[in-house]
């Protein structure tokens, strides 16, 4: 497998433009993840999934944010409309639910938001 | 809720011992993580341990944890220039009915001198 893939590696946008982060899981996972990683905060837990039901998007910053997974192998965080404060690395992550198991990352994708 | 710390900088010479700490508050059956983050890349994890053990080694590195103290250590022998990276430390609490979000430490910067 090759591993987590998100997609665009980077993405400049304007204020007020929509951006779409993409995210393909390792198959056979059936946890994913979405984390936002900045300077100040560090990383946080935006949403995630399990068997493609979001379970806890308390970590959702705003109604801005909005994230879908329409089946096992895609996941979109979609942000409309963007602001520079939403600049960050975003990261998604899949897991497989057994004891001893752990979280594999993609590479992140950085947004800026000028 | 979760909340796990740890000091943002740590500074070595090349070939000494790097310890980084961590702290963390759940006090249920728990998987503990060390990530380390390169410039530019994705998570990669290191190690992990569950909080029924005191001990890990694995090569150069090794997991301490204190569980009375809810204290989580990293150490790596005879640390390389190639070691600088910032290194997370999370917590997953398991319960046996599947998994929760990970909750992720700000990050430790190692800085080598040379």
Redesign the interface.
Known sequence: DAGVIQSPRHEVTEMGQEVTLRCKPISGHD?L?W?RQTMM???E?LI?F?NNVPI?DS?MPEDRFSAKMPNASFSTLKIQPSEPRDSAVY?C?S?L?Q??????????TRLTVV | GEDVEQSLFLSVREGDSSVINCTYTDSSST?L?W?KQEPG?????LT?I?SNMDMKQDQRLTVLLNKKDKHLSLRIADTQTGDSAIY?CAE?P?SGG??????????THLIIQP
């Open positions: 946890y993840f984390y905060r560090g990383l837990l995630y399990n806890d970590g990261f992550a897991l639910s004891e001893g198991t752990e979280a594999f990352f993609g590479q992140g | 998987y993580y990530y890349a994705g998570l990669q994890l992990y569950f997370f997953l398991y599947g998994a929760d979000g990970l909750t992720f430490g700000k990050g």
